[in-house]
């Protein structure tokens, strides 16, 4: 009888144990929730070039360049970020800089198919020198002489522009459309109006596989741009611009073919061009390696000339990178 009894509390000790186990055991199991998705992000990378060209005039004296850039993100919802950022580039302009420093802030709103940019960016050009002479007379603050073909140049080139960027994905990953405005009250801190408006097309083609070394999938796209410069009138400015100078407006446009690989890189190859004179050339640049043009002694510059340039980029965000 004892042994009965023992048995039936046994197995009622047993069910009860095995039906508390079934309780716990999705609270056991269960996933622990994920982690909250921080709004902010970081982006960051450079580029390496055969020629610094900013909207059709070389930067580098048609030389090799190297950029680098950080940008932090602030993502209020998903249709609005926030960010603020630097940009540095190795150049060789005629006031001898130690690099062009750029320093820009603004707003990214998406509204539907359309992404919009609005921004400020300030362009300093670190340890600038003037050079400029009235004959035999020192011009206040600048370095004596000017240069030997007679250029002249300011002392100081910092300037600001506004900006507005809108680009529309008729199909997505496939056909992209920009457009793009900028404005500054003083170009290269002339004193003459800056307003650049361009428009952008890209097309993407389907990716391929290549299977050298690290590199396997390679996508690939081509881009274009077409652009037009408004330039307004400089300040009197003694011994550069005396008297004011009208600065010519010129269009400018460049196209390419560009590969991207291993979800980082960019290999760009792109042709540059704009309908500017090559006095016109010198005017906007005051290049010290201009040189003058026989039987019409005006100086002429190469640095607005057709260019064709390569380009090795790398773009990352620290997201992509956890």
Known sequence: MKKIIFSVVAAAMLSATSALAAD???????PPPPPPTSPWDIAFGGALMSDYNFRGISQSQRGPSTTAYFETRYNVNPNLQLYAGSQYWAVDLPTNPSCECDFYAGFRPTLGPLALDFGFIYYYYAKEVGYASNGAAIAPGYIFPAFPNGNSTLKQTDYWEVYGKAGWEPIKDRLAFGANVYYSPSWLNTGASGLYASGTVKVTGPSFKLGVGLIDEVGWYVSGEFGHYWLGTTDLVPFVF?????????????????????KVF?????????????NQCNTLTGDPRAVVAAGTGLLQSKLCNQAFIASLKADLTWGSLK
């Open 266 to 278: 960019t290999l760009d190859l792109r042709y540059y061009d704009t309908d500017l004179s090559k």
């Open 24 to 30: 716990l055991k999705p609270i056991l199991k269960a």
């Open 242 to 262: 005396a008297p004011a100078i009208n600065l010519p407006d010129y269009n400018f446009w460049n196209v390419g073919l560009a590969f991207t690989f291993m």
